[in-house]
Every structure is written in structure tokens, then in C-alpha cells.
């Protein structure tokens, strides 16, 4: 019996694309119906609180648009998005309905999230979900996401989701029945049962997205995100869509990821782990010293030189004089206003273009240091 998966009141449950549909493309109704069976027995049978992350949107668009495969583009991939979405939804919707349990539909951009306001909304937005007994269901906005669309196939944002609603637990289900410490087509390869720490799997090799062609992720990504929740003190169940009852019922299925570290600020995870940089700015070796030594903010005075095209609000990354990226923030000013701030201190700035530029060019609450 795992502990963490029995106690667990509010849980994420992410569905990979080829657990939803089949290799040409199109939903598979008996997989969703499958699904949706067991998420509403543990939904009524224990006060649980279920929240779906659900790929599928760009497999279920595939063959009412005659397309065969995945397309590589980013505007068919759009195209098959805004088609998709709505069968998904529906087939979720009337599926729920058998059991008289009404879904809400969440679309989430990883903008959304490292941005104040959009990441504020979010949070109220699934919260009240929740409280009026509907189940939300998420997934990447695929029609307007540019970079984001590769995402890693959902994987990253239902960590990033977990960590949002402030769950108990995150279940992984995909076509793979766990992390195996080889290939799980050969023999000898077995499966590996629980991973208290990264020094658990360093020896393994991860490997990439399957054969079916219809998703993006792998292994590699539902390991990164398992990394993410369980370092934000969330438990993680990795395991085939066909387990998804024994490892909700905390049976010994599956690969299970204890937890590692504990809560931090939800946005800064979202900035660290699910932001775009749109830009650089390099800092003298002072800067660098006070916001990664000191956890100072960043102010004019200590910033070298001003690279990319961003707005204020968009996170950069913030380099040293090497290059080397030490970490990330959300600026305060648009890259056409820095290089007038370059090296100045706030006081001047302030007497000279007003009150306006008496502040820091990253905050020390919208920062996040970067590993070495």
C-alpha cells in the first residue's frame, strides 16, 4: 500500500494521446469511456477531488481532416487542434454524463501562468471548479500556442497543474506500464518500483516518444515532470492507462515517485520550469553576486548589456558575464527602454525620466535561480 497515493484527497490525472486514440488518429469512445469509469469510481467512492489533464487534441483532429500522421507544421498542428478540442471535450462531456458529472473545460498556455494576473485567474478559475463539484479538464491551448505546443505532451504542465491546485497526488498514465531500468521490449529489463531521488535513476537511459506518431512526449518528459511535482513535495504514479484503477487504489503498480522536496511559490515554478525566455540581460559580476548569493533584486546599475525583443512582463533570462544563464525573471521594462537604464542607479534614473524608473528591473519575488 503507498501511503501517499492512499491519502490523497485532491489528485491530477494526466492521459497521454495514444492511451485516447488510435494510431491513424480519431478519439477510441471505449478507451475515454474506460477512463472516465474509473476516475468517477474513485471521484464518489472516496470524497476525491479529480482533476484530468488530457492530451488528444491534435490525434482527435487528424482523420476528420484526412491527415494521417501528425503534421510537422505548427499551422496544421494548429488547424488540428481547433478541430480536435472540440471532439475531445464532447466525448469527455457526454461520457461524464452517464454518471451525471458535469466537466469544465480549462486551456492553459505556459503565458498564462508566469504572468500574475493570467496565473491568478487560472488558480480561481480550477478552484471554483472544483467547489461547485465539476470536473475540470485541461490542456495546452495547442490552436494559439506557438513554442508551447511542443510542451512535452502534457507531461510538464500536469506537474505544473498539481502544483497549481495544490494536490495530494499526480498520476502519469501513457501506453508504458512504469520506468523499466532498460528497454521494456527486451528481456532482462525491469521494472523499477519506486524512485526516492534522482540518484535512483541516474544510470537509467530514458527514451523518447513512441511509435504511434499521434503524441510528443516519452519517457524522458513524464520522468521531468515527475522530477518537478515530486520536488515540489507532490507524489507521482507513472503507469499504463490500463493500471490507472490499481495505481489510484495505491497498489504496487507502475513506477512510484516519492516526494523530495516541498512547496514553492506557484508562479515561480511555472517560470522556471514552463516560461519561454524573450531575451537576455547580462549582469556585472556585483549583479550577479546579489541575486544569486544575496536573493537581491535586479536593479539598473548592475546590468552589462540588454539582448532580444520583449515587452515588460516577459521573462528573460539573466546571464553573467560568460554567458552562463544564473537565472530567470519577469522584467519590469520593455527592451527598448534598458539600455537608457544600463549601469545607472534608480535615485538618478528617477530625477531624470521620473518616478516611474525608481524601482528594479527584476524583482527579487518574480526570480528564480537556475541550477549550475
Same mark, same amino acid.
Given at each position: ?8 484527497? #485532491? ?13 491513424? $488518429? ?16 474513485? #471521484?464518489? $467512492?472516496?470524497? /476525491? ?18 491527415? %494521417?500522421?501528425?503534421? /510537422? ?12 478540442? @472540440? ?16 466537466? @469544465? ?14 496565473? %491568478? ?14 470536473? *475540470? ?40 506500464? &512504469?520506468?523499466?531500468? &532498460?528497454?521494456?521490449?527486451? *528481456? ?7 524512485? =526516492? ?7 537509467? /537511459?530514458?527514451?523518447?516518444?513512441? /511509435?504511434? $506518431? ?47 522536496? =516541498? ?13 519561454? *525566455? ?29 539582448? &532580444? ?13 560568460? @554567458? #552562463?544563464?544564473?537565472? #530567470? @525573471? ?8 534598458? *539600455? ?13 525620466? $521620473? ?18
Amino acid at each position: 500500500m503507498r501511503q501517499g497515493v492512499a491519502e490523497a484527497r #485532491r489528485i491530477v490525472v494526466k492521459i497521454g494521446s495514444s492511451s485516447l486514440t488510435t494510431a491513424e $488518429g480519431g478519439l477510441d469512445a471505449d478507451r475515454v469511456d474506460a477512463l472516465v469509469d474509473v476516475l468517477t469510481k474513485v #471521484r464518489n $467512492g472516496g470524497a /476525491k477531488e479529480i482533476v484530468l489533464v488530457s492530451s488528444g487534441a491534435i490525434a482527435a483532429g487528424l482523420a476528420p481532416l484526412g491527415l %494521417r500522421r501528425r503534421p /510537422k507544421d505548427l499551422a496544421r498542428q494548429q488547424a488540428a487542434a481547433s478541430v480536435g478540442q @472540440g471532439l475531445l471535450v464532447a466525448r469527455y462531456t457526454a461520457s461524464f454524463a452517464r454518471y451525471g458529472v458535469r466537466v @469544465g473545460q480549462v486551456l492553459l498556455t505556459s503565458d498564462d501562468m508566469a504572468r500574475r494576473a493570467h496565473h %491568478r485567474n487560472a488558480s480561481r478559475t480550477l478552484d471554483q471548479l472544483l467547489a461547485m463539484g465539476a470536473l *475540470p479538464v485541461v490542456n495546452e491551448n495547442d490552436t494559439v500556442a506557438t513554442d508551447e505546443i511542443r510542451f512535452g505532451d502534457n507531461d510538464r504542465l500536469a506537474a505544473l497543474v498539481a502544483h497549481l491546485v495544490h494536490a495530494d497526488l499526480l498520476v502519469l498514465l501513457s501506453d508504458v506500464d &512504469g520506468l523499466y531500468d &532498460g528497454d521494456p521490449a527486451k *528481456p532482462g529489463s525491469s521494472r523499477i518500483s519506486e524512485v =526516492r531521488g534522482p540518484a535512483d535513476i541516474a544510470h537509467v /537511459k530514458i527514451g523518447s516518444a513512441g /511509435k504511434a $506518431g499521434v503524441g510528443t512526449g516519452g519517457m524522458v518528459t513524464k520522468v521531468e515532470a515527475a522530477g518537478i511535482a515530486a520536488a515540489a513535495g507532490i507524489p507521482v504514479v507513472l503507469t499504463s492507462a490500463v493500471h490507472a484503477a490499481d495505481a489510484l487504489a495505491a497498489r504496487d503498480t507502475g513506477t512510484y515517485f516519492h516526494r523530495t522536496g =516541498r512547496r514553492s511559490a506557484d508562479r515561480l515554478l511555472w517560470l522556471q520550469h514552463a516560461s519561454t *525566455p524573450q531575451g537576455a540581460l547580462t549582469l556585472d559580476d556585483g549583479a550577479v553576486k546579489a541575486v544569486v548569493e544575496g536573493r537581491k533584486s535586479l536593479l539598473p546599475a548592475g546590468i552589462a548589456a540588454v539582448e &532580444g525583443e520583449f515587452n515588460a512582463g516577459d521573462p528573460v533570462e539573466l546571464r553573467d558575464t560568460t @554567458g #552562463r544563464a544564473v537565472a #530567470r @525573471g519577469l522584467v519590469n521594462f520593455d527592451a527598448k527602454e534598458i *539600455p537608457q537604464l544600463i549601469g545607472r542607479s534608480t535615485r538618478e534614473l528617477a530625477r531624470e525620466l $521620473g518616478p516611474a524608473y525608481e524601482r528594479e528591473v527584476v524583482h527579487r519575488d518574480d526570480l528564480v535561480l537556475l541550477r549550475a
